[in-house]
Structures are given as structure tokens and as C-alpha cells.
């Protein structure tokens, strides 16, 4: 590979650029998968009752299930993130939806625990590996002054795809209570499969789009020095004729970067900032996430008559507060820029910790009181806003912008992969933990989770957390009229 220099007059010119077609198609790309990796969590936590019942799986056979996926996630991003530096972010666009497709089939048909998990996996692989292509695609390809907030934009499509799944689940269960009422059975062996084969016939169709729509990344291919396809790429990014080529000013003398750049003295700091929040972030958001509708029907609704009156009704409240994962989104994207991501990383952990409180102190109240529900849905409710305004939406952004091109997916990968390890202990750690010492322990281990996090993002903050981090020519001062935007310096 090349040095990991971006052309100064691509950049120049991707900065002056109104959003094109193409950037919106790109963008749309990016976020579709992200949407159908919302819909896959939460609709597996709908599933998750009726899952149990079908194969009488107990705590831990559940936690395997939940993290499966995240198991895979974190395989993908681990490994397919370097190798989205290597073959280009457009190829791998297109063969992870691929393989989402057959693994969400072999999902919703599997037969027994073993073939679930399985198939769960390799939907987490697919999952896992699109973090870092979709975070890479937007921040290389959009203008700088629009970046922050089209990268929360595409990743806000996960609270999308998280509410769509809860609305899948409750039309299935309402389904099957019309026509089958009474009968718990039949729910029970087909209501899941239901769910999760509607997820196969969104990833059909998010295939179907992507497959008609390649289009590489010109910082990608410029990184690589292929300054024809650069050139090309471009001028159908800006929508204007591009010819790129080196550019005349001379850049320090900076080694070739690589995968261990991570960890060397350089990239350190961008490392554990990237990773460290996000893997304490993840085990709160999926521990709470993926079982949502389980808290739920243990703490609100547990007096309802039978698995499928319990579960739909979980559902609804599911439904409710998942409305607030969107609105969280819409407060990222409209405070980023006055407050900028770090202010909204700490604050996001602080109110997350607020929440878990909230839910903590709810279980020690009398179960089905109106304080009671107050306290548990003014818990969900704080949570989820305050994630998705803060480290949810934070953490996926600062994994691309803290990079250089020439390492972004790798960097990116990596952080979403030590993610998904948080993920992992969370969802596959809940259940057996809340067995082991109960809810409201449970509950406050994960704020104490929250509040580390924000301790280390206020001590591994970077002072511009908002640019990324490329190699500054000599004389660039001279030849940039203005001060350098986006991943100049």
C-alpha cells in the first residue's frame, strides 16, 4: 500500500460539493444493513419467549442464542474490516448482504439449538463486518461539514430497524391471537419463524439494491494511489469532471501504514478511545437491548394470562420506548455540532446511568402500581434517549473520523469488534448474572458500566475529535487557502 495520504484537491473539492445523488444513493447503502441489524436485535428479543418454550432452553441455552449473532459480529468485524482496506469498501458492501440473506433463510428454517446457532453466527458476521464498510463509505465520501451528522443519520437507522421490529413482532402475535385464539401452541412452534422471516425478505431486498449500485470509494482508491479509478470514481461522486493525480506538495516522509499502526504510539490514544467506550457502551445497550421485552414482561406485565398475552403485550411496551431510540438519534444529529461528540459520549453514559437506576428502583416497588410503571417506562425511556443522543450514535462516528484512510476500516473493525465482545458479555452474561444475583444487582453493575465509560472518554478525549487523523503536508498552510477542514490533518 501506498502512503495513506487523501489528494488535497479531491478533499478541497468534496468540501465545496452540495450533497449529490450519488452520496445520497452511498449513504442509503450504508445504512441500509445498519437497519437491518436494528430489526435482527430486536426482533430476536421478541422471538426470544417463544424460543424458549419451542426447544425448552434454559438461562444459558438463551444467552447462547442472544449471542450468537454478536459472537459472529464480532468475527466479522475483527476480520473483514483489514480486509475491506485491502479490497475496497464497495466489494464488501455487496458480499456481506449477501451472506445476511442465506443466514437470515437458515435462521428463520433452523430445526434444532445447534442449526439456530449456526445460522445466528454467520448473520452476526455479515452484521459485523458491515460497521466498518458503512462507517468508512460515508466519512470518505460526503462533505466535511455534513459528516457528524450523515454518519449518526445512517447509524440512526438501526432505532428504524429496532421499531420496525417490534412492530413485525406484535402484528405476527396479534395475528396468531385472532386466529387461533387460545391457543398458545401454535404461537409458539411458528410465531418466531413468522418474525424472523420477514427479516430475510428486507435483506432480499436491500441485496437487490445494492447489487445494482457499485460504487468505490475515491479517498479508498486514491489511498491506494490508483489515481485513474480515482479520478473516475469521482467524477461520478461530485457529478462534475475530476482528474486526479499526486499531488505537487510534499508530504513527510511517513512509512506505509498498517494493521499494528493501531496500537503503536501514533494511533494508541484513537484506539482506546474508539474501542474501550464502545465495548462498555455495548454491554448495557445489548444486555438491555435484546431483552427488553423479557425486562418488560417481568416487571410490567407479568400478570397477563399466558406466554403469547405476555409477550404481545411486552411487545407493545417494547414498541413504546423504542419510539425514544429514535428520538435519541434526532438529538445527536441536532446537537453535534454546537456540543460535539465527546461532550455527547459522556453525557449519553451519565444519562444511561440515570436510567438503569430508574429501572433498579422499580423492581423494590410493588409490581403493576401506577409508580411502579411510571418508574420502569421513565427508566427505558431516559435510557434509550440518552444512549442514542450520546455514546450509540458517538461511538460508531468516532470510529471512522479518528483514522487515517489508508487503516479506517481496520481501525473501525476493530473497535466494533471489541464492541460486539461487550455485546457478547452482555447478552449472553444478563440472563445467567440476573439468575445469579437478581435484577436490581444486575441493573446497577451496568450503571457502574456507564459510568466508567464516561471517565474514559474524558480522559482518552483527542483535542478535535472530530477531524480525522491524516499525515499534514509540508507547505500546506501556504497552499489551502483557510484552515484545513475534514481528514487534511
Not at 448473520?123 to 459485523?128: D, F, K, L, Q
Not at 496500537?263 to 474508539?274: H, K, V
Amino acid at each position: 500500500m501506498t502512503n495513506p495520504s487523501v489528494s488535497i484537491a479531491f478533499q478541497q473539492r468534496l468540501d465545496r460539493s452540495a450533497i449529490t445523488p450519488p452520496m445520497v444513493r452511498l449513504w442509503l447503502l450504508a445504512a441500509s444493513l445498519i437497519a437491518l441489524d436494528g430489526f435482527d436485535l430486536f426482533i430476536l428479543g421478541v422471538a426470544l419467549p417463544f424460543l424458549r418454550q419451542e426447544l425448552g432452553l434454559g438461562p444459558a441455552a438463551v444467552g447462547m442464542v442472544a449471542a450468537a449473532a454478536l459472537v459472529g459480529s464480532l468475527l466479522g468485524s475483527l476480520t473483514l474490516g483489514p480486509l475491506t482496506d485491502r479490497v475496497g469498501r464497495q466489494p464488501m458492501l455487496v458480499a456481506d448482504v449477501l451472506l445476511f440473506v442465506v443466514a437470515s433463510a437458515g435462521t428463520a428454517l433452523a430445526w434444532n439449538l445447534s442449526s439456530l446457532v449456526v445460522f445466528r453466527l454467520l448473520v452476526g458476521v455479515a452484521i459485523g463486518a458491515d460497521y466498518p464498510i458503512s462507517v468508512a463509505y460515508i466519512v470518505e465520501n460526503v462533505p466535511a461539514r455534513d459528516r457528524d451528522r450523515l454518519v449518526i443519520g445512517a447509524f440512526a437507522f438501526q432505532a428504524v430497524g429496532a421499531l420496525l421490529g417490534a412492530l413485525v413482532g406484535i402484528l405476527v402475535m396479534t395475528g396468531f391471537s385472532t386466529v387461533y385464539p387460545g391457543d398458545d401452541q401454535l404461537a409458539i412452534h411458528y410465531a418466531w419463524r413468522w418474525m424472523l422471516g420477514v427479516g430475510v425478505v428486507l435483506a432480499v431486498g436491500v441485496a437487490l439494491v445494492r447489487l445494482g449500485a457499485a460504487f468505490e470509494s475515491p479517498a479508498y482508491l486514491l489511498a491506494r494511489g490508483e489515481y485513474t479509478a480515482a479520478s473516475e470514481a469521482a467524477t461520478r461522486l461530485l457529478g462534475e469532471p475530476v482528474t486526479l493525480a499526486p499531488d505537487a506538495i510534499a508530504w513527510e516522509a511517513d512509512p506505509p501504514l498498517s494493521y499494528g499502526d493501531l496500537f503503536g504510539s501514533t494511533y494508541r490514544r484513537q484506539t482506546i478511545l474508539a474501542s474501550v467506550p464502545w465495548f462498555l457502551q455495548d454491554i448495557a445497550t445489548y444486555g438491555i437491548g435484546m431483552f427488553t421485552p423479557v425486562i418488560l414482561g417481568a416487571l410490567a406485565f407479568a400478570g397477563e394470562p399466558g406466554v403469547l398475552g405476555q409477550t404481545l403485550a411486552s411487545a407493545k411496551g417494547t414498541a413504546l420506548v423504542d419510539v425514544f431510540l429514535m428520538l435519541g438519534f434526532g438529538l445527536a444529529i441536532a446537537l453535534v455540532k454546537p456540543l460535539g461528540a465527546i461532550a455527547l459520549q459522556i453525557i449519553g453514559f451519565l444519562g444511561m446511568a440515570l436510567g438503569l437506576g430508574l429501572l433498579a428502583v422499580s423492581a423494590g416497588l410493588p409490581a403493576g402500581g401506577p409508580a411502579t410503571l411510571g418508574l420502569i417506562f421513565s427508566g427505558f425511556l431516559v435510557f434509550n434517549l440518552l444512549m442514542n443522543a450520546g455514546p450509540n450514535a458517538t461511538t460508531f462516528l468516532l470510529s471512522g473520523q479518528v483514522f487515517p484512510a489508508a487503516i479506517r476500516a481496520s481501525g473501525a473493525g476493530l473497535a466494533g469488534a471489541l464492541a460486539k465482545a461487550g455485546a457478547v458479555l452482555g447478552a449472553f452474561g444478563l440472563p445467567i448474572v440476573q439468575q445469579t444475583m437478581g435484577l436490581v444487582p444486575t441493573l446497577l453493575l451496568l450503571a457502574l458500566l456507564c459510568l466508567l465509560g464516561a471517565l474514559v472518554t474524558v480522559v482518552y478525549r483527542l483535542p478535535s475529535p472530530s477531524l480525522s487523523v491524516e499525515p499534514c503536508p509540508k507547505g500546506l498552510a501556504e497552499s489551502v487557502e483557510g484552515p484545513p477542514t475534514g481528514p487534511l490533518c
